[in-house]
């Protein structure tokens, strides 16, 4: 068994508004002159998992996403092997 | 007339929904998150109250719909029991898939605590058998998450008079197409007695018991 | 550290290395209260002392109090200084057995700081316990030292309030709730190479966890229920350190620690730092060996770690293990009785003309609509009004209120602060209340460079409090509020709880000013008396202290469907009017001024 080490990169779907993200978007636009042209805010999640093989680990953590982390009605996921 | 308040680790409206139940003439029990031999048979209400299960920590309810409570709460209201979600209770019920569409940050990003304008959709569910179609109310919000987002065409029971958080079509609560199952952001035990500033939302508790009556009528 | 040279007299040898980071926080100022504890001996007090104040609502329930800053961590962290502020005055009312039932807070800002307002707001929220009241004073001498006080307010049937102390030899502590991590540690004598750049912001912000809280709450009121707490206090400055040796000490006993058995969030913590963790959401239970375990068992079932860490003894030292080794040995009496200043005498001279300073009243709404006012069903005022008021289920009813006014003390402490418990004395009767005792939170500067301005403070609170033979049941003291060693302006917040018979709403209808521009201290009576009489016919009354700042008022009528429209009102900065609803005959200077529609 060996630890690996992931991120996992949660998003809005990007049809739905994020209204911190237009927030903060705008801030930086008008307070700090920066030209952003999208901004959305989102959430990681480091997870380290046990397992025999990486292939194992991915399969442990897509469950752990389906299963709990993220809601698929309105948030997408990425996962990153670290 | 049985109800079950649940309480979740986190939940803070059990106690203020335990006393309206009370002061509508139910015989009220809460179901402990701890309690592992909990069965909800013989109830005719459950209710999901309002709060922050589990800190909320990931999403809103998310954690709370996925344990062994929450299955239970399931299986009652697939069989037909009624099921009431109140704030962090309507995320649950969310999060759980009873009811459609999700609850998403207020548009402004910031917790809103205050009395709003609603005005109700549909008097033919059983919790809202006591108003008239059309009719407005005034009930209390206090909530970070209760944007209502919109998936498919669900049966909206409550829609606020004004944009309060970003909803959908201003959509408030929401229940099953077999009306068994309410899910509402506004608070309608704070809104059971007079002193506290309003008694529109005692109709909530008021319309159960009449539906619980009349179907024991029937029987 | 401060009282070096004491602490080699008392203990007629060099300190070790822990002893001087255990008596570093014990005789700090935030723990031993060295420059206002001899000025506290001398204040009004009532019935037991402890974590928090207590007062008799009836011959059932007592409600518990008390006030709190976190200035220097909210400071540094807005939202999580401000969020374990709330955390920590919560377990402080908690700690005597009461369900905490409403939080008011006062905030001094140079200008709304939303990562403050925020933190205060998901964390009370999160707990269920809501914010009912609060005032907010904006000004620009507050811009490095934002002040965050807040009030915890709860109840408790009279036979369930819990001593903050230990009663026997024999019994055990029980330290039960979040894990125990490096939180709050600042090491002042050890490794102090290492608390630089990332390390030591990370020692010294601490984080709160709300959810953590509300298990805490519930699962330390279900022993409480159960019978099997027989002394409490919460973990704050000083960790276990402060708890155990407080609970033993003010019992005449001693403690032994065992600190090997605390649950840790990281496992690699020394000795030392175990003892002086200040992790948040912990708690510490004096029960018996048999009723240890049952307690053991309510902290696991709310999720919570929970250890037997303690036992009394009838020596009087306090000692502590890890595993066999001797950590720390010392007279338990040495630690908990920190050398003090000597107070000075002060004498107030003749009440001066006050000026009207740069304090501005901002829009209050939009600050308590982020606070959870109603959770709990008890709200009955709202914020908004001045002074809230609150329901026990049983019946019962109890007015709240958080007050003071900087720009006057800044002026004059003495006579500032006097005229802060006058007008909080109004506020209380204004909602129908008897007040029924005081809390009080002094913020002040440097008392060593400007010792006189808290002898006048602490004076003022004693005269004023005798004026109105009101008790002073608990209080706090944050100094050394300065920034490039210029003070903040000493802040005197008073809080106040006050027993209410009727309940008065606002009815539309003529709204009349009541009282004198002016301010006689003599004349006050006279103007208690109408205030009362108002009341007493059912008529709502409200006492602003600036008449220039009625926004919140009229904002919050709005929310309620009404609308406020008064006449603009000249006052002098302190002054003797209060607002009246639909009655104009209460037999001192009266006229209309408006209508509430």
């Known amino acids: 068994m060996s630890v690996y080490k992931f991120m996992i990169d949660v998003q809005y779907k990007s049809n739905l508004r994020d209204p911190r993200g237009e927030t903060i978007k705008r801030v930086l636009k008008e307070e700090h002159g920066v030209p952003v042209k999208e901004l959305r805010i989102g959430k990681s999640i480091y997870v380290e998992v046990e397992a025999a093989s990486s292939d194992e680990a991915k399969e442990l953590v897509k469950k752990m996403c389906e299963d709990l982390l993220v809601n698929p009605v309105v948030e997408t996921y990425e996962v990153r092997s670290l | ?219 | 550290m401060r009282y070096y040279k004491e602490l080699l007299k008392r203990l007629g040898r060099e300190p070790t290395p822990v002893e001087k980071e255990a008596f570093a926080v014990m005789w700090s100022e935030h723990c031993g209260y060295s420059h206002t504890k001899k000025y506290i001996e001398k204040l009004p007090k009532v019935g037991l002392g402890g974590n928090a104040g207590v007062v008799a609502l009836d011959e059932d329930t007592s409600i518990v109090f008390k006030i709190e800053s976190h200035n220097h961590p909210s400071a540094i962290e807005p939202y999580n200084g401000a969020a374990t502020g709330v955390g920590g005055i919560i377990r402080d009312v908690l700690a005597m057995g009461a369900r905490p039932t409403a939080i008011l807070d006062s905030l001094h800002f140079h200008r709304v700081i939303d990562g403050i307002i925020e933190g205060i707001a998901d964390y009370g929220n999160s707990i269920g316990v809501p914010t009912v009241g609060g005032e907010l004073r904006i000004s620009e001498r507050y811009r490095y030292n934002p002040l965050v006080n807040v009030m915890a307010v709860g109840t408790a049937k009279n036979e369930m309030i819990v001593p903050s102390k230990a009663s026997r030899a024999g019994q055990v502590i029980v330290v039960f709730g979040g894990a125990t991590g490096r939180d709050g540690i600042h090491g002042a004598s050890f490794a102090s190479e290492d608390l630089t750049g990332e390390k030591a912001t990370k020692l010294a912000i601490q984080v709160g966890d709300p959810f953590a809280e509300k298990l805490l709450i519930e699962a330390f009121l279900e022993m409480v229920r159960e019978g099997l707490v027989e002394g409490a206090q919460d973990l704050g400055a000083g960790g276990i350190l402060s708890a155990t040796s407080e609970l033993a000490s003010k019992s005449g006993l001693g403690v032994q620690v065992h600190l090997e058995r605390v649950h840790l969030r990281e496992p690699d913590m020394q000795p030392w730092e175990i003892l002086l963790s200040e992790s948040q959401e912990r708690m510490a239970v004096v029960t018996s060996k048999e009723n240890a375990k049952k307690i053991l068992e309510i902290a696991k079932k709310y999720m919570l770690y929970g250890d037997v860490v303690a036992e009394l003894i009838d020596e009087k030292v306090f000692r502590a293990f890890y595993k066999d080794e001797l950590v720390m040995e010392v007279p338990i009496d040495i630690l908990t009785t920190p050398p003090y200043e000597e107070p000075l005498n002060y004498v107030p001279g003749e009440m001066p003309d006050f000026n009207e300073l740069d304090f501005s009243y901002t829009d209050a709404t939009q600050v308590y609509e982020q606070y959870d006012h109603m959770v709990g069903t008890d709200t009955v005022i709202p914020p908004g009004f001045g002074s809230a008021v609150m329901r026990v289920k049983t019946g019962k009813f109890y007015a709240l209120s958080i007050h003071s006014r900087a720009d006057l003390t800044l002026q004059d402490p003495y006579w500032g602060t006097y005229i802060t418990v006058v007008e909080s004395v109004r506020k209380i009767l204004a909602a129908g209340g008897q007040p029924l005792g005081i809390t009080d939170c002094i913020n002040y500067g440097d008392p060593d460079v400007a010792p006189a301005g808290l002898a006048a403070i602490m004076y003022a609170l004693k005269d004023s409090a005798e004026h109105f033979e009101l008790p002073v049941v608990s209080g706090n003291a944050s100094l050394y509020n300065t920034y490039a060693a210029k003070p903040i302006p000493p802040t005197m917040v008073i809080g106040m709880v006050g027993r209410v018979e009727k309940v008065v709403k606002p009815k539309k209808g003529k709204v009349y000013l009541a009282g004198w521009h002016g301010f006689d201290l003599k004349r006050e009576e006279l103007l208690h008396k109408a205030i009362m009489k108002a009341r007493e016919s059912g008529a709502f009354v409200l006492t602003p202290s600036n008449f220039k700042a009625l926004v919140t008022y009229e904002k919050s009528f709005a929310r309620y469907g009404m609308k406020l429209k008064v006449k603009e009102i000249e006052g002098e900065p302190v002054h003797q009017m209060v607002l009246v609803f639909g009655k104009d005959n209460l037999g001192i200077p009266m006229q209309e001024i408006g209508v509430l529609r």
């Open chain 2, 1 to 219: 007339m049985k109800a079950a308040v649940v309480v979740y680790p986190g939940s803070n409206c059990d106690r203020d929904t335990y006393h309206a139940l009370k002061l509508t003439g139910f015989d009220v029990d809460y179901a402990y998150f701890f309690d592992q031999d909990l069965s909800f048979e013989g109830y005719d209400l459950v209710v999901l109250p309002g709060g922050f299960s589990y800190g909320d920590y990931l999403r809103p309810g998310a954690v709370a719909a996925r344990e062994n409570i929450s299955r239970k709460v399931k299986e009652f209201a697939e069989n037909g029991g009624l099921l009431l979600g109140i704030c962090n209770g309507f995320q649950v019920l969310m999060e759980m898939g009873l009811l459609p569409g999700a609850l998403l940050q207020n548009e402004k990003g910031k917790f809103i605590c205050r009395w709003v304008d609603l005005v109700v959709e549909d008097n033919t569910t059983p919790f809202t058998l006591a108003f008239k179609k059309g009719e407005k109310i005034r009930l209390p919000i206090a909530h970070g998450f209760g944007r209502y987002v919109k998936v498919g065409e669900p049966r909206v029971v409550f829609r606020y008079r004004e944009n309060v958080n970003g909803s959908d079509e201003k959509i408030a609560g929401v229940a099953s197409e077999s009306g068994n199952i309410l899910g509402l952001m506004p608070h309608p035990e704070r809104a059971s007695e007079e002193i506290l500033g309003g008694e529109d939302g005692r109709k909530v508790f008021l319309s159960i018991a009449e539906y619980l009556e009349s179907r024991g009528a029937e029987k």
